[in-house]
């Protein structure tokens, strides 16, 4: 009898359970990486601009004034997914850490509850290493070689998720990318604004949630978040990261679905906090089952009365980046202190521009807030190595460094090394290099212990060609940080460029000690090896890297030529063959692959090979000129003047436009003088 009557009892905690299962919601998550609250209708954005994501806000309830916890992807969504804070999250800076292993994380409780939980993510920073694939059954971060994955491509795997079969009901979380700077979109998606590019982007991500939400079944309940703004130049900052203002930790907050009030913006206070506490409720999870201080945003909107917060706000970039003094704050909604070197507080209400510091003299209804200004760490989170995928995105986290507060320079005092670096880049790419150069100079003159200034300096006269002043600049950031790869990688090249190879070798060594799956490292050693003689090495390099999947399309063209010197034909064309399929300039892997042929005395199919390259991309200039010195090697004069005409008749750089016309009037000559004998 006591054993029926066990059977019975877990008989119906099964159909308890069961039909809790059958009454909750879907559940999508989807976060919009760097979009500021300002560009949707809510918040005071145009209606033309997202039009979806402003349909789905009206149908659904805004919550106003919704923080984030810092202006980064990683700490921010690491409290949008777990209720906890960056403090007791341990995930502070972009790249660095784990998430603390006794905090909870949504997807576990869903997943408790039954949920079939999944995620797609846009980019590397919120890669698995850091900890917030917990609780997901599926966790889609793979980025393969791209830097990040485009908005249509994240819709596609999503709207896979949610077809695909499942047991009991779903959450999905979705992170879009494309707002995020270099910013990405389609060229139907183009705006014509002040802020053209970002707006763009925003535009693009817009019709990428209307195609999701067309996707999905009616029972699902929809939160739409952004992790942080874009600072757009408020406050003499370009992008995000550094400051505390509005315009980064102002983010979207809505819901829209089943049992969510209708029409509905609320005006208090609220933060990413209580993103995980609301879904978690949504699915009939008790508040006890998740960490921090969220609240059920529901409830506000339905109507509760807000309890008194004060959310705490950081931002660890100026450390880890340019040796500034972090920045800490603390919000109530109304009011905003921040400290730094020195502390500043800003009015919300009265002053949402934020240009007036009220810090000499509080209101006093604002001195109470002061008190929960977060304490000063002991210690800088920014320990450890730096996934090199972060690169792309922009972040150029400097390891290690003493953390001594009081004798780090006011970030305030030093955004003009912000907007420095931001528009010498932008002079770079357009190859004003004289320009980009003098403006780094005088921002690495007034800012000295900045290694990333430093590096910008440094990278800059390397690609001026101007290698000795380079190295110079690029040892003084590595005084500064001695754990940045990419400033020894820069070095290296310096240093190649000033035939000092076995000094290049070593910065080189250096780099790839520091982080093996630097692939700009890798290749560079990696081909010196294969110029010195030392095969072996150079195979282990690339072949490691290959297999860890960091390879690029230069790693495979180092391996081909490797192979084809080693008498390994057949492996050699496989390499080569993906080299030019991977390359961004795939005439430009084409030619080298011919190059290799010549190199190794294997003329007749490096001629097949530059011949080939003249019809796939007949107006690549310096095929012409190999077929024309092969030509003129073999004494068939005529031939080489025909292959040398072509390529002028193309795009060919100043100097050696000019060494060819000279040789094409030698051979004119010489033909002329042939004809009158």
């Known amino acids: 009898m006591p054993f029926r009557r066990m059977l019975l009892a877990l008989a119906l905690a099964l159909a308890a359970r069961t039909a809790a299962m059958a009454q909750s919601p879907n ?20 209606p033309d601009l997202a039009p979806n994501l402003n349909a789905l806000a009206a149908r659904g309830s805004a919550f106003a004034s919704c ?51 999944a995620a797609v993510i846009a980019a590397p920073v919120l890669d698995d290493q850091y900890g917030l694939n917990r609780g997901f059954g599926s966790y889609d971060d793979d980025m393969g070689a791209a830097v990040y994955r485009p ?54 991500v817009d019709s990428e949630v209307g195609r999701l939400m067309k996707a999905l079944p009616p029972d699902t309940v929809v939160a739409v978040v952004s992790d942080h703004g874009e600072g757009l130049g408020d406050h003499g900052e370009p992008t995000h990261g550094v400051f505390l203002f509005q315009a980064t930790v102002h983010v979207v907050c809505f819901l829209q679905g089943p049992g969510v009030p209708q029409g509905k913006k609320v005006s208090g206070p609220t933060s990413l906090c209580d993103v995980a506490r609301t879904l978690a409720a949504l699915a009939g999870a008790p508040a006890s089952a998740l960490e921090g201080d969220g609240v059920d945003l529901l409830a ?6 807000p309890p008194f917060r004060a959310f705490p706000l950081e931002s660890w970039v100026p450390f880890s980046q340019y040796r500034w003094h972090p920045l800490f704050g603390v919000t109530d909604g109304r009011y905003k202190w921040v400290r730094g070197k020195v502390d500043r507080l800003y009015d919300l209400a009265s002053d949402p521009g934020e ?20 304490a000063q760490p002991a210690a800088a989170p920014s320990q450890g190595k730096v996934d090199p995928a972060l690169l792309g995105l922009g972040y150029a986290p400097a390891p290690g460094g003493s953390y001594d507060p009081a004798s780090l320079p006011d970030p305030y005092d030093r955004a003009f090394v912000l907007q420095a670096i931001t528009e010498a880049r932008i002079e770079r790419s357009d190859g004003d290099l004289g320009k980009a150069v003098a403006r780094l100079k005088s921002a690495a003159e007034k800012d000295t212990g900045d290694p990333s200034v430093w590096f910008e300096y440094g990278e800059t006269l390397r690609r001026a060609g101007r290698y000795t002043e380079a190295v110079a600049a690029l040892e003084r950031a590595l005084t500064i940080s001695p754990q940045v790869y990419q400033v020894w990688t820069s070095k290296g090249h310096a240093l190649l460029a000033l035939e000092k190879g076995e000094e290049a070798a070593r910065a080189y060594e250096k780099a790839v000690a ?131 005409r072509k390529a002028l008749g193309l795009k060919l750089d100043a100097p050696t436009r000019r060494q060819v016309e000279g040789l094409v009037r030698k051979l004119e000559a010489g033909a002329g003088g042939a004809a009158s004998k």
Do not use: C
Not at 27 to 44: C, E, M, Q, Y
Not at 167 to 177: A, C, I, S
């Open 27 to 46: 559940l999508v998550l989807i976060s919009l990486d760097t979009v500021r609250a300002d560009r949707l209708a809510p918040w005071g954005g145009s």
């Open 355 to 374: 240009t007036k510091n009220l810090a000499a003299a509080p209101p006093p209804d604002a001195k109470a807030l002061k008190g929960k200004l977060p």
């Open 67 to 117: 923080f984030a916890p810092a202006p980064l992807t990683l700490p921010s969504h690491a409290t949008m997914l777990t209720g906890v804070f960056p403090e007791v999250s341990g995930l502070r800076d972009n790249g660095f850490g784990t998430l603390a292993p006794g905090v909870p994380t949504l997807a576990e409780v869903l997943a408790a509850r039954g949920y079939t939980t």
């Open 514 to 644: 520091l982080q093996p799956d630097f692939t700009p490292a890798v290749n560079a050693l990696a081909a010196y090896y294969l110029d010195t003689g030392k095969s072996e090495r150079a195979l282990t390099l690339v072949e490691r890297a290959i297999a860890a999947g960091t390879g690029d399309f230069n790693t495979y063209l180092l391996r081909g030529q490797l192979f084809l010197m080693g008498q390994r034909t057949g492996d050699a064309a496989k390499d080569f063959e993906l080299a030019v399929r991977l390359s961004p300039h795939p005439e430009e892997t084409l030619k080298e692959e011919a190059d290799t042929y010549v190199a190794v005395k294997r003329e007749a199919e490096g001629e097949a090979l530059y011949v080939e390259g003249t019809r796939r991309f007949p107006a690549y200039a310096p095929n012409y000129l190999a077929l024309g010195s092969l030509s003129l090697k073999r004494g068939h004069a005529d031939e080489a003047l025909a292959q040398f």
């Open 151 to 204: 908005g249509n491509e994240v819709t596609d795997r999503a709207i896979a998720r949610i077809r695909a079969p499942r047991k009991g009901p779903l959450f999905l979380f979705v992170h879009y990318f494309d707002a995020h700077f270099p910013y990405n979109w389609p060229p139907a998606f183009a705006r014509h604004t002040k802020d053209a590019d970002y707006d763009s982007a925003v535009a693009f």
């Open 300 to 305: 506000l909107a339905r109507g509760s009365a």
